[in-house]
């Protein structure tokens, strides 16, 4: 485990003549830890002010409980096993989430998690997941554009996706595809429902 400051020493605050745990940090890393759970009792010990947290390079599932922390504002995630069907709890103070190969193959279920549960995300990683296709996984450039589009379209607020930023024009050329192909859906529906 990686920290700012001191090193901590978990779970020996009762002893005599031994260091506690450091509070008050504000980055902490679990990275390559081989972790099937993250360590709640020492990042919870720094929910006040907590704002970089490193998870990647483990075999995470499941990370409900990390809403208590309310100052943390980048997740590093990269290199677990969370899926497109992932909960995450509501956590508002987060703008970086970096979830590079992971299982995720379901695009529009994971970008609704995103979209919900950090609506002031402003950095998005996703790259080397089935769901986001490019060179690292095989996908064709219109793939990859595709998925940039619908990727943009759903979350306004983004700024930078995977290592590249957001232009003003992507994010209108996005809007007007994801708009188009909604109408359209829309209408093959209704003749469809009219035959």
Not at 44 to 70: I, K, W
Request: proline letters at 8%; glycine letters at 6%.
């Amino acid at each position: 485990m990686e920290t700012e400051g001191p090193p901590a020493a978990p779970g020996q605050s009762g002893q005599p003549g031994q260091p506690g745990p450091v509070l008050g940090l504000r980055s902490l890393s679990f990275a390559y830890q081989g972790l099937l759970e993250i360590p709640y009792e020492v990042i919870l010990a720094q929910q006040h002010t907590l704002e970089v947290l490193d998870l990647s390079y483990n075999l995470l599932e499941d990370p409900a409980l990390l809403g208590e922390l309310e100052q943390l504002s980048t997740l590093i995630l990269d290199c677990n096993s969370y899926s497109s069907h992932v909960k995450f709890p509501y956590m508002p103070s987060v703008t970086t989430v970096w979830i590079n190969k992971n299982k995720i193959s379901n695009l529009p279920i994971f970008v609704e998690e995103i979209r919900c549960k950090f609506p002031n995300i402003k950095i998005l990683s996703m790259m080397n997941n089935e769901a986001a296709p490019s060179y690292f996984n095989g996908g064709s450039l219109p793939q990859y554009i595709d998925y940039r589009q619908y990727v943009i379209s759903q979350i306004p607020s983004l700024k930078i996706l995977d290592d590249t930023e957001v232009l003003g024009k992507e994010r209108a050329l996005a809007k007007k595809t994801y708009r188009m192909q909604r109408t359209r859906e829309g209408s093959k529906r209704r003749k469809e429902l009219h035959r």
